[in-house]
């Protein structure tokens, strides 16, 4: 989970690295994000959001597809049975 | 359950304050507890993905959205300097202190240094980007490449 400059240096990045371009994310929707899994992270009832929470928080900043989807079996090694929230 | 709340606000509430990571005597201080009970604390933190520990068992890698130990993600928030395990992490403290702060990172492509002011509104208008190469269904797979 990286910072970078505009699209053409993650282009030469993952090119670099061998890894796919994936979905670019903007610096307000980032801060979407952290608000939405930290904000209350330092309070006794905070805890991290589940499935399908992430997915109602990704609908609504835009952020669609299997990439985003936390139980995604699309991108193969049975990853979808992780439930991969942060 | 109760000590199990406590100690994970005690390591938080340590990270927040100081920008380090607490040891285990620290934990059981805070909390009164002996450092064999916190350590199996830690454990069950960490099966509840609330932690991240290296490979001693009891050092806190990750607490997100602080990180334990250097990172290229740093961010000052009322003079005090934190360490965060990603991009997303480094506006995730912000986002947990609710204080203003600076975000000091980089392109990973160019290392074009990244300064970046965040209030509580967010960062200021910018057109950098975030990439994550992991899908979200493979995130904690390897939470550290992530």
């Known amino acids: ?50 499935p399908a929470e992430m997915r109602r928080i990704f609908a609504r900043l835009g952020l669609a597809g299997d990439f985003w989807d936390p139980q995604s079996d699309a991108f193969g090694g049975g990853a979808g049975k992780t439930e991969g929230s942060r | 359950m109760e000590l199990e709340l406590a100690a994970k606000l005690a390591i938080y509430e340590h990270f927040a304050t100081s920008g380090h990571r607490p040891s285990v005597a ?43 130990v250097p990172t290229q993600h740093r961010v000052i928030a009322a003079g005090v300097s934190y360490y965060a395990n990603c991009a997303w992490d ?20 160019s290392f074009e240094p990244l300064d970046l002011p965040v209030s509580d509104q967010g960062p200021r208008a910018s057109d950098w980007l975030f990439h994550c190469v992991v899908p979200a269904a493979q995130w904690w797979d390897d939470i550290v490449f992530t």
Do not use: K
């Open chain 2, 90 to 109: 480094a506006f995730g403290i912000p986002a947990a202190l609710h204080r203003p702060a600076t975000v000091h990172s980089r392109c990973e492509q």
């Open chain 1, 1 to 50: 989970m990286l910072f970078f400059r505009s699209e053409e240096r993650v282009r030469e990045w993952c090119s670099a690295m061998g890894y796919p371009l994936r979905p670019l994310v903007r610096m307000d929707q980032l801060w979407e994000l952290a608000r939405e899994w930290y904000s209350t992270r330092l309070q006794p009832e905070s805890r991290r959001p589940q």
């Open chain 2, 26 to 68: 620290d934990i059981a201080a805070r909390v009164g507890a002996d450092v064999p009970e916190v350590r199996e604390i830690l454990v069950r933190l960490r099966a509840q993905r609330v932690l991240v520990l290296e490979a001693d068992g009891e050092s806190i890698r990750m607490a997100p959205p602080f990180s334990g």
